[in-house]
Every structure is written in structure tokens, then in C-alpha cells.
């Protein structure tokens, strides 16, 4: 039996891999799927991939598409959440910031260089009109990092997926002051070259099981209830959060990552955009 490690972020959009481990549905298949959380997010998983320390990872679209870009020979072999990702504006609950006018040219917390929330302050920055060049970061790891630099002021604010944050918005760590949403399909799986090279068929296979997992996820009964109890969230921030988000079975098309592609390279965070089929790997076709 052949195993595959797979990275991604201690986030409710996984519960699916969860099930799927948990109830023996890949090793029906013949596969063994260890998962290992990440909560640093797709600058770390990015690192892991370049690294095959992880054969595959669900990863931020804008991270990795970034990251193959500048030299990851990993690949991207499915889209895993076709809806966008809500990113939360956050400052410190009792800070004097209200509006996003207050923040220009503050200090933006990121878990590291490369990821989600570093990549996303520069969307939301070009969305403001501000000078990206001037943007400054406290690069603080992990939430409980973000807690701290906030709580200390060596970051002003901090972007994290909105329901995931809420917890901190409940309990008076964070205070929300916006939402930015990305303009793309938010979660991508990636597949480091090893493991296309090795085990190209244990993918596509594992990916079926996932995939039928998915597919009527949300229909699933009591599934808001166990979402809410497994991560710590309210009820109805869970309904909500089901009614925004679209789990996928596709590949992702090659316009979305044009459009990935578009937003970088204007905001200088790529020198250069590629074809995207050197972005998109489709293991079918390997495999026939």
C-alpha cells in the first residue's frame, strides 16, 4: 500500500480529507493518506512541496501559482474549492482603527513571505489606490503570531479566511473591519514532481475517493453541527459559511490562472507570466 502526505491548513474547508481518512475510504482504494496540518498556510506548504516533504498539499490558488512561477516544480492537478475565499480585515479589538482609510501605511501581520495573507495585503492595497511599494510586514507564522503582534502593536492589522478568525472576533482578540474576497477560485491542490513522477496513479485514484466525498458534502446530514463542534464555530457562522463556499471536482481552467497570473504581474510580484499549462498538470490524461 502506497502512502501519500498530504499538507493543508487546520481549516474547516478540509474536513472532507478528514472523513475520508477516518472512515478507511482511501485505503479501500489501496492508499494510505497521512495528513499533516499546516497552520502557517501556503507559504510553508509551498517550502514542503519544493522541499518533498508532502506529495501533494491544498494549497492557496494565488501561493502556488506564484511559487511554480519562481521556480516550485510542483504542479497543480485539481481545484478543490471553486468559490472565493473571504479574507477578514483585522486590527486588535481595542485598537483606534475603524475604517480601512485608518490603515495606509501601517504594518500588515503575515504568516511568511509567499503567502495567502502577504499575497492578499497586496490585492487589497491595489484595491485602496495605496503606493504597494510602501507596504510594510511583521511576519508572524501562525494565528496565535497574529494575536500577539496585534496585542503589542508591531503589526496593525492582519488578513485570515473570515470564519476562521471569527472565534477572535467573538471573543474580543480581533475586531473586523472589512472583507476582502479573492477574484479567483480560492483552494487548488498541488503535486510535488516527485510525486507525479512516482505515483502519478495513486493521486488521480486518490482523488477520485475525495472527489466522491465532496460531492454532495454539503447535503450531508448534520454536517453544519459536526462543522461547528470539530472547529470551534457558531452554528450560524457555519450555515453561512456552507451557503458561500463550492467544493470542486475539476481541474482548474486555464482563464482562472491567467487572471491569477494578471494580478501578480501587475502587482509586481512576478516578473513574468508562463503558460499555464506548465501551472496545470491533468493526471487522466498521464495516466491513459
Known sequence: MKTLKIGGVPEHFN?????????????????????????????????ALRNEELDAAVILTEGITRDIINGNPSVIIQ???????????????????????????TTAAI??????????????????????????????????GAIEALQEDKAQYFMWEHFTTKPLV???????????????????????????????????????????????????KNIDVELSQRYGQKLEDIRKWLDLTRWSQDQIEENDIEAVMEQLLELNLISKKTNPEKIIYNLEQSNN
Not at 475520508?20 to 509551498?46: L, S
Not at 482603527?97 to 485608518?102: A, E, F
Request: proline letters at 5%.
Open 15 to 47: 474536513l472532507p480529507w478528514h472523513k475520508c481518512i477516518e472512515e478507511g475510504k482511501f485505503e479501500e482504494k489501496n492508499i494510505k493518506v497521512v495528513w499533516q496540518e499546516i497552520p502557517e498556510g501556503t507559504g510553508a506548504m509551498c517550502k
Open 79 to 105: 481545484k478543490y474549492i471553486a468559490s472565493p475565499l473571504i479574507w477578514g480585515i483585522h486590527v486588535n479589538a481595542s485598537s483606534p482603527y475603524k475604517n480601512l482609510k485608518d490603515l495606509k501605511g
Open 111 to 144: 504568516s511568511r513571505k509567499g503567502s495567502g495573507s502577504h499575497l492578499m495585503a497586496y490585492v487589497n492595497a491595489q484595491h485602496l489606490d495605496w503606493d504597494t511599494s510602501k507596504l510594510k510586514f511583521e511576519i508572524v507564522n501562525n494565528l496565535d
Open 170 to 220: 467573538d471573543n474580543k482578540n480581533f475586531r473586523l473591519i472589512a472583507d476582502c474576497p479573492t477574484p479567483w477560485p480560492c483552494f487548488v491542490i498541488a503535486a510535488s514532481s516527485k510525486a507525479i513522477k512516482e505515483s502519478s496513479e495513486e493521486l488521480a485514484t486518490m482523488l477520485q475517493v475525495l472527489n466522491g466525498e465532496t460531492h454532495n458534502f454539503k447535503l450531508q
